[in-house]
């Protein structure tokens, strides 16, 4: 069974910076691409970032390209999504999740989510 949690989201002012980690389970989890999407209050879930399962490949959103940066430790089963020069507008709900197939850029995509982490930036 496969199980995502994430943490490292709270509150910051905008120009700060967080780190979202994501914890996965299951053996199998070096051999798959994982995702970054997040969800503010009356919006659809969206892209923000995604790496291949051998890291060699990386994908961003447009809003986020440049200022954020995703990474994963095999060793660790862990995805990490590195946040800088926060804006108000990237406050939402983070969510890592596990792609099992189709466009990478899409929610339905990925099969397997996490319960999602907050992320609040002050202006």
């Known amino acids: 069974q496969v199980q995502l949690v994430e943490s490292g989201g709270g509150l910051v002012q905008a120009g700060g910076s967080l780190r979202l980690s994501c914890a996965a389970s299951?053996?199998?989890?070096?051999?798959?691409?994982m995702g970054w999407f997040r969800q503010a209050p009356g919006t659809e879930r969206e892209f923000v970032a995604a790496?291949?399962?051998?890291?060699?490949?990386?994908y961003y959103a447009d809003s986020v390209k440049g200022r954020f940066t995703i990474s994963r430790d095999k060793a660790k089963n862990t995805v990490y999504l590195q946040m800088n020069s926060l804006k108000p507008e990237d406050t939402a709900v983070y969510y890592c999740?596990?792609?099992?197939?189709?466009?990478?850029?899409?929610?339905?995509?990925?099969?397997?989510w996490g319960q999602g982490t907050q992320v609040t930036v002050s202006s």
């Open positions: 299951g053996r199998t989890f070096s051999s798959y691409t």
């Open positions: 790496i291949s399962w051998t890291g060699s490949s990386t």
């Open positions: 999740a596990r792609y099992t197939g189709g466009g990478i850029y899409y929610a339905s995509s990925y099969g397997y």
